[in-house]
Every structure is written in C-alpha cells, then in structure tokens.
C-alpha cells in the first residue's frame, strides 16, 4: 500500500527515486507530490531553497553569528560539488535508500524535529549542518543532494537572472549572495541560485532582474562533480563496512509488515514517520546499544507501550521499509513467561493479566496458576509485556519466531 501519511517527507523527490531506484519499480510510492515539488522547480527554479527549506533557514540564522564572514566576498570552492554528490548518491541508493539519513535535508529535518519535540536524542546531524554554516554562508545549501536535483530542473525555469547595461561592476550581488551562484566575472550559475532576490535587492542601479524569458538549458559538470561523485560512494562502502563492524546481532524488534532485517536497514530511510503516527507510542528509534547500522531505525519497546497493530506505521513509511496492511502470515515475535519472577508460578497468585490482555488468547492453562504463552499462537504484540505487574516483567517479547517480508 502506499504511504498516506500527511508528512512532508511523502513530497520529498529523492525518496521517491530512492524507492523506485532500491525495489526496481516493483514498489511505487505516490508520485503526485514529488511530482509537483519537481514541476514547481522547472517553473520557478530553486524556490524551495530560498523560501521554505528548514535546513536553510535555520543556515541563515547561523551564518549571522559570523557577521564578518557574510561581509566577504563569497568565493565558490564549491561549485559543482551538489552535482557530483547528487550523481553519488543515485548510485547509492540503488543499494540501500538509508544513505538519505544523512544527505536529505527534508528527511534530516524531520527526524531532528522529532527528536527536539520528544527531548529522547541530540539531533547531530543538523547540529552539524547548522554548525557549518557558521563557517561558510549555507554550507549545506553549497553540497546538498536534494538542492542539486532541483536546481537541474530549474534549468528549464523562464526566470531566469538579466543583467542590465547599466551595470558597474561593483559585485555588490555576488558579495551578498549566499550560495555562491555568480562568479567573479559576474556569471550567474542556474542551478545553485535559489532565487532568493538578494543580489536583486542590493544593487545601487537595479541592474538585475528576473523576467521571464526562453530557458536555455546550460548544463557542464565540473570535473569536482566528478570527484565528489567518487568520494560519496567511497564515505559509503566504508561508513557501511563500519558501521556493520559495530552493530550487535541481536536481532530488534521491528513495527509489523517491515522486511527481513538486511533489507530493512537498507531501506529504512531513519525518517521516524512511523514513530510520529503510532498511535501507541511503542515505536521509539534505536539507539547505539544496537548497533551503527541499525542506529534511528525504528524498533518497538513493549516496556512503554503496546502494539495496536493499526498498521498507520506502515501507511507513514515513505520507502517500503515497512507496508500496510502486512501480510496475514506475518508475526512480529514471541512472548515467552519467565517462571522465576512471575507472580502465579513463584506466590502462587491468580495473576490473570497477561492472559485477560491477550487479543490473541495465546495464554493457555486451564485453571490459570502457572500461565503459559503458545508460540504458535502469540503474534508479538507486546500487551502482556506492558501490563506484566511485575518490575523488570515476568513476561518480555522477543524477536523469536519473527515472519516478515522478503521482498
């Protein structure tokens, strides 16, 4: 099914190529949004950059910190690396979409809001991203996958930059811009301007404009495209290779519908929509204690919450990493009793919560003293783990006996 969550990420662009890219178009998300974020672009050029992009809003407002770096001229060390990094990436992402957690903005963001809204981790990403900024204007902005993408379709755009005759040279416009889109000759580069007007604004004789006019598409990567192309496949192989190196093998406890673990981490995009609509809150994202590779992937704690089976986790998941409704086959684990601390087999009490709790009736024992769970029965669904009375609970779900996708 595909995703009918309300979140943004759903009109992200390079997590629906990632999608279509990983499962070969056999697995198509909604193409509406996407297809409208890349329509607006191709009108009106990167505006989305300029105008409502978070990362580069909160970029702005870093960069002011440093108020004699936004006074130098703005040299361009960076031109044509977003090219090489966006072509890098789409390689990638044939292998594993995860790589977005780190390169896309809008998946980035989300994950940080969620973060900063639940105070349960440091956003580090966009701590560094912000950080950045500090040093060079819109650092982010200079190398992002996402701003590349949209500044290749705004080739097409009909606005684009008229330099009047009554130019002086001044440079006053490329002083001030904040992405680096007009050389030292007073060039302006297409696919980095965001359209933000700035240069506009700052000319003492209103030499720049903006009407609309025939495209012309001018399209030349550098050879540092190329370069950055190779250095993100490489910071990928080897942050792959690390990060498998530190990731525990106990296998997590994953929402309902998700794929088989390998393809789970390489699909998940750590984006934390299904952690935002659970309407139980038993979703939360993994920290370290499991692992570099599985780190932000969402895993269930039955200790706050238990699993409604709603299937909404599935229908926020932008890549497929998890589906809704899953397949009827599908079994999120096993409860298993501990017999040293339960309260009916060591006090011999008519403890009956797990078994009254139980949608599944997978509590057997007829007179009830010493409950037992049948595996076969028991779907996972953590509600005799959450109302087990007892501290450290008698009864805990593990991974055992999992089905899940493989697909």
Known sequence: MAPLSGSYITADPLVAISSLLYFRGEWIPVLLPPAVF??????????????ACPIGFLSDISSRINGRIMRKPIKRPFEGLHI?????????????????????????FQRSAYFALGITAIPVVIVLMILGSILVPRLWC????????????????????RLGGQCTGCMKCRNACKIGAISTDNKWDAIAC???????????????????SLPSVDFSPSRRSVIAAGAVIGFFAVSRSVASTFTARASPIRPPGSLVEAKFNAACIRCESCAKVCISQ???????????????TPILDFDRAKCEQCWACGAAC????????????????????????CLAWTKGKRCLICAEVCPAQAVMDADML?????????????????????AGKAVTVTSAGERRRDE
């Open 38 to 51: 890349l329509l607006i672009s191709a009108v009106l050029g990167r505006v989305f950059c300029g105008w």
């Open 84 to 108: 090489g990094v966006l072509a890098g990436l789409l390689l990638v992402m044939l292998i594993s979409p995860a790589v977005l957690s780190l390169a896309d903005p809008m998946v980035v």
């Open 142 to 161: 200079r190398i992002c996958p996402l701003g590349a993408l949209l500044g290749a379709v705004s080739v097409f755009s009909p606005f684009r930059r």
């Open 194 to 212: 965001t359209r933000c007007l700035e240069c506009e604004r700052v000319c003492p004789v209103k030499a720049i404009s903006f009407p609309a």
């Open 282 to 296: 038993v979703i939360r994202p993994a920290g370290l204690d499991m692992g570099l590779e599985r780190l932000y």
């Open 318 to 341: 932008p890549t497929g990493a998890i589906l809704s409704p899953p397949d009827n086959n599908m079994k999120i684990g096993t409860a298993s009793i501990d017999d040293k601390k």
């Open 370 to 390: 010493k409950p037992v769970i049948s595996g076969d029965i028991c779907v996972g669904c953590g509600a005799c783990q959450y109302n087990c009375p007892v």
